[in-house]
């Protein structure tokens, strides 16, 4: 049973950076996609980038490019996703979500990240 | 980016009764290998969003068969052929054939009257 579970709740200030994990269970960690998708408050679903471990090369959203790191670590099956440079408008509900038969098969409990000064 | 437009915002429907989603893309999702990429998601309140249909009309394990997608081109539909009140909840669509980015429509809201 496919599993992701991420870190805990953060609060930031504005101009700082943020780095959510996502240790995975079950499956093979490098053959598949993993994404992050943020969900401001009362928001809908943001795609924010992707990577394949196996390549770990990651894609993002054009609205990130710069502002977005996605990593992952094969030996403890981990992805992550560093936002830099935040704003307020940053404050959200972050999510990885793994593949499996096509996009965004399994997701995360969400990592709620506050910025605030 | 593809845009995905879905109706109705907000669907109160009665416990028993049907209730249909739209999602239409401002192009179409058919990809070069074939596959249509438009997968149905499940965000219950206060959870994490659950995909229920993947590739239009390909129903995840474990979601109940009164979930039913169909579609095609730019057009596509989800069904709940009987609401229960565990349905409550928001329902996105989303495309991943024209990536980068994945893109997903705004959700519609179904509510028990």
């Known amino acids: 049973q496919v599993q992701l579970l991420q870190s805990g709740a953060e609060v930031k200030k504005p101009g700082s950076s943020v780095k959510v994990s996502c240790k995975t269970s079950?499956?093979?960690?490098?053959?598949?996609?993993i994404s992050w998708v943020r969900q401001a408050p009362g928001q809908g679903l943001e795609w924010m980038g992707v990577?394949?471990?196996?390549?770990?090369?990651?894609t993002y959203a054009q609205k990130f490019q710069g502002r977005v790191t996605i990593t992952t670590d094969e030996s403890t099956s981990t992805a992550y996703m560093e936002l830099s440079s935040l704003i307020s408008e940053d404050t959200a509900i972050y999510y990885c979500?793994?593949?499996?038969?096509?996009?965004?098969?399994?997701w995360g409990q969400g990592t709620l990240v506050i910025v605030s000064s | 980016d593809v845009v995905m437009t879905q109706s109705p915002f907000s669907l109160p429907v009665t416990l028993g009764q049907p209730a249909s989603i739209s999602c239409r893309s401002s192009?179409?999702?058919?990809?070069?290998?074939?596959?249509?990429?438009l997968n149905w998601f499940q965000q219950r309140p206060g959870q994490s969003p659950r995909r229920l249909i993947y590739?239009?009309?390909n129903r995840d394990s474990g979601v109940p068969d009164r979930f039913s997608g169909s579609g095609s081109g730019t057009d596509f539909t989800l069904k709940i052929s009987r609401v229960e009140a565990e349905d409550v909840g928001v329902y996105y669509c989303?495309?991943?054939?024209?990536?980068?980015?994945?893109?997903f429509g705004g959700g519609t809201k179904v509510e028990i009257k």
């Open positions: 590739k239009v009309s």
């Open positions: 990577i394949i471990p196996l390549f770990g090369t990651a």
């Open positions: 979500a793994r593949d499996g038969s096509s996009w965004l098969n399994y």
């Open positions: 079950g499956g093979t960690f490098s053959n598949y996609a």
């Open positions: 192009q179409s999702l058919v990809h070069s290998d074939g596959n249509t990429y």
């Open positions: 989303m495309q991943g054939t024209h990536w980068p980015p994945l893109t």
